[in-house]
Structures are given as structure tokens and as C-alpha cells.
């Protein structure tokens, strides 16, 4: 049930898709936590800085005001929160989650309202236990209030340059001088190799001789069958060497390269 | 095709930026408004990173530029292909005096519905206590309804309403925020496709037949009425409308008869949802108030007419409200909004 990662692929009118990647079940949990103690802490506020000042003037309006001002915290403050912020409370800010339209558009007042509505329902027995267990057997990850309100919880990607630093010294890469193959290399390596690759290369140290280089053999075959370089490039690198040169290509930009160089220069320098 | 990535980027990472920058802007207040040249420009960039991406999806090996750009795309396509208006704080007074008589009737079939498995429930309660009178202490969850209407009415007008005095305001409000809980269940158990909604509603069927008979069979009809009926009036309807809300929901989630997708089936009644849920806690409100500070005060405190005619006008004028408030303005009828967009689900691992 779990394990299947669904992601949410939607086709623009103009043709383009762009995919929407959900959040786990524990993932929403943690932001859940964070909101649920920030509940309890404005709830704490209320009582020891306002209402305990009123008490003693009109203990029983007092009390009802604190009562009804606590229940409807709980049940607005996902709801007031998601809809100021596009689908994101201080819990899903912290874990960069956001709540988001099924066919990826804008939410509406409606469906911020229902789904919060039915954490009624989804926070039974305990800690969101009914909840929990229907977005574990959701593909989608989707509690039932999500379902009914036609809403997913997404994560948020961030635009990083990937680090490179404790893929070993590189001086020079003998597959550079084929731009056309490179091209070819890119199209055809999917993320997870390249990224399968990159974990080699910065966990080699921790394998032992025979294993890192059965890996690097077996990773070297499966590139090569990706993209033949010629074999006056690649005569003289060793399995891992070549591994190197194709992870420096698949993620080195120019610029990449420049602040690789560089941080090898200022590593150098320090050694 | 083979692309220099690193001359790509370079050239259009300033219209990513600056489509980024649109984009915060919308995000941040809602009400952002553009000038044409605005909007075009808008435009523009929204159309211009969609090709960037399209020419960069051929390149696997970029992920990171790739979710980024997926990323100015997706929020982009949402600020530009969103057909429906959000409407939200158009007052309360539109939610009282249009949309929510409205929405109820558009949904009378499912109110005629609970309110028949309302009054089954009622009629198997009322039978199973005149048959056995022992059973109300199985059937009736409080305690202050086990003992005997005779002795119960005895101690209230001992009492003259001096067990609530000092605390009316605190009951009000628990009443209130419990009621609503139940009424927001009631309607959330729809989803069970409405058997939990109707089970709800048969029970608190039962629980009304049951001590209404119980205190009919002890000739207390005057009590009974006077008490129930000044909060009764408000609050029952209220239970009803929210079990009619779940019912809304249900026939969404089967779908009799309705060849459009669940989704899109489901995105048609949220509006009505919100808007009966909305009503319903608004009369919640109104029913805690009145039973905290009205009905539970008995002759000789207040006397029984006066409770009776004050709980039947409120009946009455709920009834005109819900039937004609709201008719002279033609209806909207839930539509099922276009989907822009195709949306898959795709499985990677």
C-alpha cells in the first residue's frame, strides 16, 4: 500500500505537463504536530493573558468566551491559515508541504472548508488515526477530508544546484571533447541513475576494495550501454574514473564546473 | 536534441525570475491587480517557461532545473487557468438571506430523507419504551433523563432554575461547540456513502421518541413541549439540515445516475456543503442560547405558554424562512466546472 509513490502529472491546455509530488502521511504528521502545539500554545495565551484577567469581573462569560474561542481555534485555524497563505499553516511552512487543488489550481473557500471540516471525522480515534490510514491506502496520499474536498498535500521542490563536493579530485575529463555524445548521455540517463552514480562516488570510501569495484564495474556497463563513448576516451580510465567523468557531465554546468574547480583550488590550499 | 544547458539557463533565468516575481506578488495578496501590459507580460512568461520546460524535459538528467521550472509552471497555470471565482467573506448576510434557504431547497429530497429515518427512529424509540419502560436507561445516554419524568419535574421547579444560575453563558457555549461537532460529523459521515449519517440520525431518532414518550406516558406533555420546543424548534432542524448535508454528500460519492467522474461530482456539491454547514452552525448557535437561557427555566419561573408560543413562532418562522427566504433570485444549480487540464496519476516506484 505504502510503498507505491504516485505522483500527480497534469497537462497544461498548452500542451506542457507538470508534475505534483505528494507529501507523505509522516510528513503531514510532523507539520500537523507543530500546528497542533501552536494551537495549544495560543490557546495557553488566551487563558493566562486574557481571560484570566476577566475572570474575576464575569467568570461565566469568562469561562464560555474560552470555551467557544478554543473550539473554534482548533477548527479555524488550519482553515483562516490555508486560505491567507495558498494552502500552507506554520507546520507545512516548516516542512515546505502546501495544500493544493487536485487538477492543480488555484483552492477554493470551499475546499479549505471542508477538508479542515473533516478532521472531525479523520482525527478519530486518536492523533488522526482513521486520517493516518486512509492516505496510507490513498495513492495519493489524501486523507478523507482531501478526498471529499478534492485537494492534495504537496511538497515543495527547491531549486538547488547539486552538491558535487566528495566526488574525488577531478583534473581532466578525457569525455568532454564530444559535446554531441554528452547531449546524447543526458537524454538518455534518467535522475535516479545519475543521482544512483553520484551516491557511489561519495560513499566509495566506506566500501571495501572488492565491492567498490565490482559497483563501479557494473555502473561503468550500464552507462556504456546508455552512450558508447569512443575508445580512445575512455582506454585509460578505470571503472570509477569513468563513473566520475559521467556524473561530472550529467551534473556539472559550466558554472558548476568553475565552483567545483574552484572549491578543489581552496580544499588544495588548505591541505 | 542537444541543448547547451549552461547557455540555456543563463538566458532564461531572467524570465524565470521575473515570472517568479509575478507570482509572488499574486500569492502574497489575492487582490493583486494587474494593468493590461501587466497581464500580458503575465502571459507572456507563463507561455515562454512552458516551452523552456518542454525543451527541457528531453534532458532527464536535470532534475533539479526541471522541478523548478515544473514548479513556476504548475503555480502560473493555477493564477491563469483557475475558472472559478473564490468567493469567500461575501458577507453573512448573503449566507442567511440567499444562499443557505436556497441550497436547502435545491436539496429537499435528501431532507425529506432524514427526515423519514428521523421519525422511524423516533417511532422505534417511543415503542421500545412503551413496551418497556426499563429500557430508557439503555437507550437514553444522560443520566438526568433516567429517573422519572414526575421526579424530575418535582426537582426543576424546586429548583427554579438556581442549578444554572451563574453559569448559563459557559452552558450556552458548551452546548454550541458540542452541538456543532455533531452536526460536522453528521454531515462528514457522508462519506460512508450516507449509512453512518442515517445511522446517526435513526439513533437520535430514538433517543426523541424515547423520552418524549416516556414523558407523554406521564402526562408531563405541557413540560416536555415547554422545554424542547423553545431550542427544539431551531435545533433538530439543524441536526436535519446537517444529516441532509451528509445525504448531499453521499449522493455525490454514489453518483446514481451521474456518469461524470467522483471528482469532479464531489467539486460540484462543496460549495452547497459549505454553505448548509455554514447555516446549520449559525442555528446552533442561536438553539445553545436559547436553551441555556430559556428552556431550562420552568414554571413557575416562566410559565408554559409562554414557552409553547415562543417555540412554535420560532418553528413557524423557520419553516417560512427555509421555504421562501431567498426565491425571488433565480437559483444557481451545481454545475460540474470544466476541467482545464488532464490530470494522471502516475506511478514511479
Same mark, same amino acid.
Given at each position: 500500500m505504502?510503498?507505491?509513490k ?5 497537462r ?6 507538470f508534475?505534483?509530488e505528494p ?16 494551537i495549544?500554545?495560543v490557546?495557553? +495565551? ?14 461565566d ?8 474561542m ?13 486560505w491567507?497563505w495558498?494552502?500552507?499553516t506554520?507546520?507545512k ?5 502546501r ?28 492523533f488522526y ?18 478526498q471529499?474536498?478534492n485537494?492534495?498535500v ?6 538547488k ?16 571533447s ?7 548521455l ?5 535522475p ?9 562516488l ?22 556504456k550501454?546508455?552512450?558508447? +563513448? ?13 563513473v ?8 556539472c554546468?559550466?558554472?558548476?564546473e568553475?565552483?567545483?574547480m574552484?572549491?578543489?583550488?581552496q580544499?588544495?590550499k588548505?591541505h | 536534441?542537444?541543448?547547451n544547458?549552461?547557455?540555456f539557463?543563463?538566458?532564461?533565468r ?13 500569492e ?5 491587480h494587474?494593468d ?12 515562454r517557461?512552458?516551452a ?5 524535459m ?23 487557468h ?20 436556497q441550497?436547502?431547497?435545491r ?8 427526515l ?8 422505534f ?7 418497556n ?5 439503555t ?6 433523563l433516567h429517573t ?12 427554579? #432554575?438556581?442549578?444554572l ?10 452546548l ?6 455533531v ?12 449509512? #453512518? ?27 416536555l ?13 439543524? +441536526?436535519?439540515?446537517?444529516?441532509q448535508a ?13 456518469r ?27 438553539a445553545?442560547l436559547?436553551?441555556?437561557?430559556f ?8 410559565p ?27 437559483s ?18
Open positions: 505504502y510503498q507505491k504516485t505522483q500527480l502529472r497534469i497544461t491546455p498548452e500542451g506542457i505537463c508534475t505534483l507529501a507523505s502521511p509522516l510528513m503531514r504528521f510532523f507539520a500537523w504536530s507543530i500546528d497542533f502545539l501552536v495549544i500554545g490557546s495557553l +495565551f488566551l487563558q493566562q493573558f486574557v481571560f484570566n484577567h476577566i475572570v474575576a469581573a464575569a467568570p462569560l469568562s469561562n464560555a468566551l474560552y470555551l467557544f478554543t473550539s473554534a481555534l482548533y477548527l479555524c485555524y488550519a482553515m483562516w491559515l490555508e491567507i495558498n494552502g500552507r506554520l507546520g511552512r516548516l516542512f515546505r508541504l495544500v493544493m487543488d487536485r487538477q492543480g489550481l488555484h483552492l477554493q473557500p470551499s475546499q479549505v472548508v471542508i477538508r479542515n471540516l473533516l478532521r472531525v471525522i479523520d482525527s478519530l480515534p486518536l488515526l482513521v486520517g493516518g490510514l486512509a492516505s496510507c491506502f490513498s495513492p495519493l496520499y489524501q486523507r478523507f477530508g482531501d471529499v474536498a485537494t492534495i504537496i511538497k515543495l521542490p527547491r531549486f544546484v547539486p552538491d558535487l563536493t566528495g566526488i574525488g579530485e577531478q583534473k581532466f575529463n578525457s569525455l568532454r564530444y559535446p554531441h555524445l554528452i547531449g546524447r543526458r537524454k538518455a540517463v534518467t535516479a541513475e545519475a543521482d544512483i552514480a553520484l551516491q557511489a561519495r560513499r566509495r570510501d566506506t566500501l571495501d576494495h572488492r565491492e567498490r569495484t565490482e559497483l563501479f564495474d557494473r555502473l561503468r556497463d550500464h552507462f550501454s546508455k552512450t558508447t +563513448f569512443p575508445e580512445e576516451a575512455v582506454r585509460t580510465s578505470s571503472s570509477e574514473q569513468y566520475r567523468n559521467i556524473v561530472e557531465l550529467l551534473y554546468t559550466d558554472q558548476n568553475n565552483n567545483h574552484v572549491r578543489f583550488g580544499d588544495k588548505n | 536534441m542537444i541543448l544547458i549552461d547557455k539557463i543563463a538566458e532564461e531572467p524570465n524565470w525570475n521575473e515570472l517568479e516575481a509575478f507570482l509572488v506578488r499574486l502574497k495578496g489575492k487582490k493583486a494587474f493590461l501590459e501587466e497581464i500580458q507580460r503575465f502571459h507572456y512568461l507563463y507561455q517557461t512552458s523552456d520546460l518542454g525543451r527541457l528531453t534532458f532527464s538528467a536535470e532534475p533539479e532545473t526541471r522541478g523548478y521550472l515544473e514548479n513556476l509552471v504548475g503555480r502560473s497555470y493555477a493564477e491563469i483557475e475558472p472559478r471565482k473564490a468567493r469567500l467573506g461575501k458577507g453573512l448576510g448573503r449566507l442567511i438571506f440567499k444562499s443557505f434557504p441550497t436547502f431547497r436539496h429537499i429530497r435528501s431532507f425529506y430523507l432524514v423519514v429515518v428521523t421519525l422511524i427512529g423516533a417511532g424509540g417511543g415503542l421500545t419504551v412503551a413496551n419502560p426499563e429500557s430508557k436507561t437507550i437514553l445516554p444522560f443520566s438526568h422519572s419524568p414526575d421526579e424530575r419535574i418535582a426537582r426543576e421547579m424546586e429548583d427554579k #432554575g438556581e442549578q444560575s451563574g453559569h448559563q453563558a459557559q452552558f450556552a457555549s458548551s454550541m461547540t458540542h452541538n456543532i461537532k452536526a460536522i460529523f453528521a454531515m462528514g459521515l457522508g462519506i460512508t456513502f450516507g449509512i #453512518g449519517t442515517l445511522i446517526s440520525l435513526f439513533y437520535n431518532g430514538v433517543i426523541l421518541g424515547a423520552v418524549s414518550l416516556d414523558y407523554l406516558m406521564a402526562d408531563q406533555g405541557a413540560f413541549t415547554g422545554w424542547l420546543l423553545p431550542h427544539g424548534s431551531i435545533e433538530i432542524p439543524a +441536526f436535519l439540515i446537517a444529516g451528509g445525504l448531499v454528500l453521499a449522493g455525490a460519492m454514489i453518483g446514481h445516475g451521474d461524470t467522474p467522483l471528482a469532479q461530482r464531489l467539486r460540484a456539491i462543496l460549495p452547497d456543503l459549505m454553505v448548509l454547514i455554514g447555516g446549520v452552525a449559525i442555528m446552533l448557535i442561536w445553545g436559547i436553551e441555556s437561557f428552556s431550562q427555566y420552568h414554571e413557575p419561573v416562566i408554559y405558554w409562554l414557552k409553547i408560543s415562543f417555540g412554535a413562532s420560532e418553528l413557524l418562522l423557520l419553516v417560512f424562512y427555509l421555504t421562501t427566504v431567498g426565491s425571488s433570485s433565480r444557481h444549480s451545481p454545475s460540474h466546472p470544466p476541467a482545464v487540464g488532464t490530470v494522471t496519476q502516475v506511478v514511479t516506484r
